[in-house]
């Protein structure tokens, strides 16, 4: 398997550094022109589009190292963070305080949303079933009830 890092920027498509050869040039990721990419699993990106806005980004995408999408888009409230547990399930946290974890290859939920009293500002997941939510300076794990 290879290692890699991704730099993505707002006038540019997103690119692929080899972390094997730093001297090589960077990839850029084909048909993501005009998207973000917020969360990476192995050969698996999960990005957002800079059309709708910084403030008002409300839709995120599956896509593959060829820029190929891997499912529908989930939409909703403006999105505060996204984190990948294990895939295809990522947990995404809105501004109205709600954190669902999809299935962003089906675009199912997998489970009910949790309601926060704040947004969260960020997340990570420990051991790929926990998730970890910051909401300024509050701080809670939480298992989501999935099989």
């Given amino acids: 398997m290879q290692r890699w890092d991704l730099v ?13 050869d730093l001297a090589a040039p960077a990839t850029p990721v084909p048909a993501l022109d005009g998207r973000f ?3 990476v699993d192995g050969d698996r990106l999960v990005g957002g589009s800079y059309a709708e806005g910084r403030d008002a980004w409300r839709t ?3 896509f593959d190292l060829a820029g190929k999408r891997a499912g529908p888009a989930v939409t909703g409230a403006p999105i505060t963070s996204v984190a990948i547990g294990a895939w ?6 809105r501004a109205d305080g709600t954190v669902s974890l999809v299935d962003l290859e089906s675009g199912d939920p997998l489970c009910p949303a949790l309601q926060l009293p704040a947004p969260a500002r960020d997340m990570a997941v420990a051991g790929r079933r ?4 910051g909401t300024g300076t509050d701080v ?6 999935t099989g």
Avoid: K, N, Q, S
């Fill in 8 to 20: 993505a920027g707002a006038e540019v498509p997103p690119e692929i550094y080899r972390l094997e």
């Fill in 37 to 39: 990419v917020v969360a």
């Fill in 60 to 62: 995120v995408w599956a």
């Fill in 88 to 93: 295809p399930a990522v947990f995404i946290a």
């Fill in 130 to 133: 926990d998730l970890i939510v």
């Fill in 140 to 145: 809670a794990r939480f298992r989501p009830p």
